[in-house]
């Protein structure tokens, strides 16, 4: 029927409304979903064709049997004969028998076709937004793009798979019933067509209402899917804050949101349902009493009357059915219009058709002149930053928060591509590269560890898909992990629950270096590796960060000097539209009275100097003493090769800074224009 409140729930999902409701997606032609989607039934058509032809024979196995019900009704019953009764009703049994497998067949034709194309939708539409910057996906709700993945993906495939082999066995049901019906009485069979629009005014009329309420109903599910997802991702928050109420609340709020929804449907239904049965059997009254005269007159036996009347039954709900239909095709085709919306997205940067595949590069990252702004935004993230960073050595990169330090790491891996200047991988230009290579060839550690919810062994060994356990070990141990690990109830194997949960910070976070050291990539992003983490924590993770950093080119984002490596060089930037700066100095080798000439611009948070691991107090973790990386220029603090190089302020036309007889560019944005590497 029109809906029953699950499917009518599961109907209003495909609206795929917002909470707000203001992403509702506009209207989108059936026409348009066909295009788009029709090219995913290749491989699937015999499928859905295999499901019409049986579900047409079993149709056809049904007016057949009515017909033979109508002979046994004038044949045998009506003249007591019962001889006449064993053969109509031997073939009757055969044709149930037929019509049973033929509609089993179809229906699993077509349930298999449809699944089938699910996946692979689902399949096609997931592997496009991983083509798409990751910003794609967090400017967005996830509940409402897990919504497209899901309830709009099925939506899609009940218009143009399973709905398509629906609308055309109704449509053939009608044309056979109708038919059958004017086989028997053709006049009888007019009055009965007469009185089918009487179903579709009824339709109509419901319709609108029936969407607008689906639609609010899609709203208040999404508000409650997001405070549940809220609520319980941020649990630790929710409990320590002691908002438990609050979000209970919350949850109970839209809950009620929800249900006042679905009671707006189910009060709908509940007129639907008698206003079509009523019509139903004032149509029955008419056609019995139009019959039961025709049969006083000797114009029409019993058994056709009977007949008449069965095709009826079967014919006014496959009327209806098909008013469901447009119903449910012109709903699907709005949640379809989300799926496109996300197919038509196209990724901020894509290769290069003669792109290059870069095999292990050397490492030497830099960057030349580089702009950028984030689409939309007016303010640029960066302008004009040059450095260079040589294999094996560590560069810190530090800064106030929102200079643009994490930006850094989205150019060099190529999430965008800089407006102005270049960023250069061994010398050649990341845009000339696969994206594919160029990301083997690079390393990030995220601000926020990011593990998956499988065992130690599975999160390690992401690093590199289908490593030996030996290989895992061979960097948990590195990391400083192994040893935790094996306190572990199932070693290796031990599920780290919920984004790593289960684990703690510090632990969470060797996972990740041995994850790195695993990868073995030339080229590594720290990005606040040490946030979140205590001193004492800290000091732990310092060891096997050091141990993934030696011998490859290493961005290390941090706030907090103290985590930098003793005689690294610092890059600070400082964010736009103050006139941006980029120091260079020497973690350790430093001083105010070391950078004569600099002034702070907005309140001097440029100029401050950074404070080095031996400046850090005696709560300091260990700072970085390790020996440099084979064939690194990094020297430790103090040593030689460093000692001339100094921090070169703004304004003092001191462009290049010379570090161990190599050549470094710092620009300071317009106030440098000659600046170059
Ligand atoms: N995806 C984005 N879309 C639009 N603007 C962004 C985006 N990501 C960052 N920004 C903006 O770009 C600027 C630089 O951001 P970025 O994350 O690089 O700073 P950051 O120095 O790493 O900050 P923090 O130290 O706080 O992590 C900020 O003003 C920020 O608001």
Redo the contacts with the bound molecule.
């Keep these: 029927m029109l809906e029953r409140p699950v499917e009518s729930r599961r109907l209003s999902r495909r609206l795929s409304l917002s909470v707000s409701g203001r992403e509702l997606a506009p209207a989108i032609s059936v026409r348009r979903t066909f295009r788009e989607f029709w090219p995913d039934t290749r491989g699937l058509r015999r499928l859905f064709v295999a499901g019409v032809l049986f579900a047409i024979l079993a149709a056809l196995c049904e007016v057949a049997a009515i017909r033979l019900f109508g002979h046994i009704t004038d044949e045998v019953l009506t003249t007591r004969n019962l001889t006449a009764f064993w053969g109509p009703a031997f073939i009757w049994l055969g044709l149930a028998a037929i019509a049973g497998v033929t509609s089993f067949a179809g229906a699993y034709a077509t349930a298999l076709g449809g699944e089938r194309f699910l996946l692979a939708l689902r399949d096609r539409v997931y592997a496009h937004l991983q083509t798409l910057t990751p910003?794609f996906s967090?400017k967005r709700r996830l509940g409402d793009l897990m919504a497209r993945m899901t309830d709009d993906v099925e939506a899609i495939e009940e218009l143009v798979g399973s709905g398509l082999v629906k609308v055309i066995t109704t449509l053939a049901s009608v044309v056979f019933f109708a038919g059958a019906a004017f086989f028997i009485r053709w006049d009888l069979a007019l009055l009965t067509m007469a009185l089918i629009p009487l179903f579709l005014v009824v339709s109509k009329a419901f319709a609108g209402r029936f969407r607008t309420a689906a639609a609010r109903e899609r709203a208040s599910n999404g508000a409650m899917n997001s405070v549940l997802e809220e609520g319980l991702s941020n649990q630790p928050l929710v409990q320590a804050y002691n908002r438990q109420g609050a979000e209970s609340r919350r949850l109970h709020r839209e809950g009620w949101g929800w249900l006042r929804a679905n009671m707006s449907q189910a009060w709908l239904s509940g007129l639907y349902n008698p206003a079509v049965q009523v019509i139903e059997t004032v149509c029955l009254i008419v056609i019995l009493g139009f019959g039961a005269w025709e049969i006083a007159a000797g114009r029409l036996t019993l058994g056709g009357l009977l007949s008449f009347a069965a095709y009826l039954a079967l014919l006014y709900p496959a009327v209806q059915g098909l008013g469901e239909l447009a119903l449910t095709v012109s709903e699907a085709a709005a949640g379809s219009d989300r799926v496109i919306e996300v197919l038509r997205a196209r990724p901020a940067v894509a290769d290069a058709e003669d792109a290059v595949a870069v095999g292990r590069s050397a490492g030497r990252i830099a960057f030349e002149g580089v702009g950028f702004t984030?689409p939309?935004?007016g303010?640029p993230?960066l302008r004009d930053v040059s450095f260079t960073v040589e294999p094996g050595e560590v560069v810190v990169v530090t800064?106030p928060?929102?200079?643009?330090?994490?930006?850094l790491t989205k150019l060099l891996l190529r999430f965008y591509d800089p407006d102005s200047g270049r960023v250069l991988l061994d010398g050649a230009d990341v845009r000339g590269l696969t994206q594919k290579s160029l990301r083997e060839n690079v390393t990030v550690l995220h601000?926020e560890t990011l593990l998956f919810s499988g065992s130690v062994r599975d999160n390690i060994a992401y690093g590199r898909p289908g490593a030996s356990l030996d290989e895992v070990i061979r960097a948990a141990e590195a990391a400083g992990v192994h040893d935790f690990v094996k306190m572990l109830p199932q070693g290796y194997d031990t599920p780290v629950g919920q984004r790593g949960r289960l684990l703690s910070g510090g632990q969470r976070q060797r996972i990740a270096i041995a994850r790195a050291i695993l990868r073995d990539t030339p080229v590594l992003v720290l990005d606040?590796p040490m946030t979140g983490l205590d001193v004492a924590t800290a000091g732990h993770v310092m060891q096997p960060m050091r141990r993934l950093m030696a011998g490859r080119a290493t961005l290390l984002?941090t706030?907090d000097l103290r985590y930098a490596p003793k005689g690294a060089r610092v890059l600070e930037?400082e964010?736009v539209p103050r006139e941006e700066r980029i120091r260079l100095r020497r973690v350790g080798a430093h001083s105010r009275a070391g950078r004569p000439g600099t002034s702070a611009p907005g309140g001097g948070s440029g100029a401050r100097p950074p404070e080095s691991g031996s400046g850090a107090g005696g709560s300091s973790p260990e700072p970085w003493t390790g020996a440099p990386p084979p064939g690194s220029a990094v020297s430790p603090a103090g040593s030689p090769a460093r000692a001339g190089t100094e921090v070169s302020p703004a304004g003092t036309g001191s462009e290049v800074a010379s570090a161990g007889g190599r050549s470094d560019a710092w620009s300071y944005g317009r106030s440098r224009p000659g600046a170059s590497p």
């Design positions: 910003d967090e984030y939309g935004r303010r993230a800064g928060s929102g200079a643009g330090k994490s930006t601000q606040e984002i706030h930037l964010p």
